[in-house]
């Protein structure tokens, strides 16, 4: 009698080894696959334009808030480490260009100063956002 119990118990076991291969091989993909939403750290008001237009390969992403304070990655950066910063995001994609999302209310001279410093650091491809009409 006891050894029917002993067969059951080890016939009824489930061998979770395959699911577990495939849920690994499924989570794979959708790491490889997906595509991750960047975001500078804070909310501008950008200007309005007629012509803006939707940019679909954006490597780097910087902010210039109202009061002139520049943001890449969610951190505050100072306009004298904007380079090293952006060279460090443009090594880890080198095919992506660069979107400054200036408000509206800031100053001209830290929208130059900070395209100029992303131009130094070896990024060509630079694009101001604006807000469609």
Do not use: C
């Amino acid at each position: 009698m006891r050894r029917k119990r002993q067969r059951n118990t080890e016939e009824s076991d489930i061998d979770i080894t395959p699911m577990m291969d495939v849920v690994f091989i499924m989570l794979i993909f959708f790491i490889v696959t997906a595509t991750f939403v960047k975001e500078s750290g804070i909310d501008v008001t950008r200007p309005d334009a007629q012509t803006a237009t939707k940019q679909n390969r954006v490597g780097i992403l910087v902010a210039i808030n109202e009061y002139n304070e520049i943001w890449i990655n969610r951190r505050e950066v100072d306009i004298n480490a904007v380079r090293a910063n952006i060279e460090r995001l443009h090594a880890e994609n080198p095919q992506g260009g660069a979107v400054i999302q200036a408000d509206k209310n800031a100053q001209t001279g830290t929208l130059v100063e900070v395209m100029d410093q992303i131009r130094l650091a070896g990024v060509q491809a630079i694009s101001i956002a604006a807000e469609e009409r």
